[in-house]
């Protein structure tokens, strides 16, 4: 089933208009009308016909609306109550496919919320984005619960997820989105879908679990970028040294601690983490 054979529904921005709504500043919101562009979104993650969805920050309830077409079962979370009564509305109009939480999304655990296999897809406000997207990156059990994760961010972030060794963008969000995930910038949006629009242009990051190395302890390995990138400018000799063994093991595996964290390939820091775990290379 790709369309809920429902009531038909006005379109959103009258919706949004009738209920008297406007985005919050404070809130990180952008609002997207475009219905061809949000059924898009939707369908990167693929079929999801029967499918669980967690959708974080879904405000009016646009990118709702496609992925409920869709077929998805959506589980909504939601701290502006202003836009609970529009989503209320989508609950009835959808056979209520659509549970919606009101409440904080760092607070929230999707996994227990879920009970199962579910996909994450979500226009992040910007303002807790990056906080949430380690958080799912960060899990000890792999693959993770969550099947695939298709988030909106301000382009810079997501170029930043991608980005290969060695260039300006490349840092620790690179290294935890892919060391044992499968990432790509899939769509970009211009600032002038949205509104209000913001400053700068946006894109979707797909991300699919991969394979997970071996011997490699994730907390570890978080902690040891949360090190060497939060003093980019410094020598990992430097950057590493309040970590204890970490310099000693950079010679140990070949790395020169003299190198700059940006330099360190992913493969490396997967490498130091296990090594540094206690584990053999």
């Not at 997967?270 to 090594?275: D, E, I, N, Q, Y």
């Given at each position: 089933?790709t369309?809920?054979?429902?009531?038909?529904?006005?379109p959103?921005?009258?919706?949004v208009r009738?209920h008297?709504?406007?985005?919050?500043k404070?809130?990180?919101?952008?609002?997207?009308?475009?219905e061809q562009?949000?059924?898009?979104i939707?369908?990167?993650?693929?079929d999801?016909a029967?499918?669980?969805?967690f959708e974080?920050g879904?405000?009016p309830?646009?990118?709702?609306?496609?992925?409920?077409?869709?077929g998805?079962r959506?589980i909504?979370?939601?701290r502006?109550?202003?836009c609970?009564?529009?989503?209320?509305?989508l609950?009835?109009a959808f056979d209520?496919?659509l549970t919606v939480?009101?409440?904080?999304?760092?607070a929230?655990d999707?996994?227990?919320?879920?009970g199962g296999?579910?996909?994450i897809?979500a226009?992040?406000p910007y303002?807790?984005?990056t906080?949430?997207?380690?958080?799912?990156?960060e899990p000890p059990?792999w693959p993770?619960?969550?099947?695939?994760?298709?988030l909106?961010?301000?382009?810079?972030?997501a170029?930043?997820?991608v980005a290969?060794?060695?260039t300006?963008?490349?840092?620790?969000?690179a290294v935890?989105?892919q060391?044992?995930?499968?990432?790509?910038?899939?769509?970009k949006v211009?600032?002038s879908?949205f509104?209000?629009?913001?400053?700068?242009?946006?894109?979707i990051?797909?991300?699919?679990?991969?394979?997970?190395?071996?011997?490699?302890?994730?907390?570890l390995?978080?902690k040891?970028?949360?090190k060497g990138?939060?003093?980019?400018?410094k020598m990992l000799?430097?950057?590493?040294?309040?970590l204890?063994g970490a310099v000693?093991?950079?010679?140990?595996i070949?790395?020169d601690?003299?190198?700059r964290?940006?330099?360190?390939s992913?493969?490396e820091w997967?490498?130091?983490?296990?090594?540094l775990g206690?584990?053999s290379?």
């Open positions: 089933m369309q809920d054979p429902s009531r038909p529904l006005p959103l921005r009258e919706t009738a008297g709504l406007s985005a919050s404070a809130l990180g919101q952008n609002f997207l009308f475009d562009l949000l059924d898009r939707a369908a990167l993650p693929g999801l029967g499918a669980t969805v974080v879904p405000g309830g646009g990118l709702t609306r496609a992925l409920l077409r869709a998805a959506v909504a979370v939601e502006d109550a202003r609970l009564p529009l989503l209320g509305e609950s009835a209520g496919r939480i009101s409440d904080d999304a760092m929230i999707a996994d227990a919320l879920a296999p579910y996909h897809v226009n992040l303002n807790v984005g906080a949430l997207f380690t958080r799912w990156l059990a993770p619960l969550w099947r695939s994760l298709t909106m961010f301000q382009l810079e972030v170029e930043r997820i290969p060794v060695g300006g963008a490349y840092g620790r969000l935890l989105a060391w044992r995930s499968n990432a790509r910038i899939a769509m211009h600032r879908a509104t209000p629009p913001p400053k700068v242009m946006s894109a990051v797909h991300l699919t679990p991969g394979d997970q190395p071996e011997g490699v302890d994730p907390a390995l978080s040891l970028t949360e990138f939060g003093q980019r400018r000799r430097q950057s590493l040294k309040g204890p000693e093991m950079l010679e140990r070949g790395i601690p003299t190198r964290a940006e330099t360190v992913v493969a997967v490498t130091l983490a296990r090594v206690g584990q290379t």
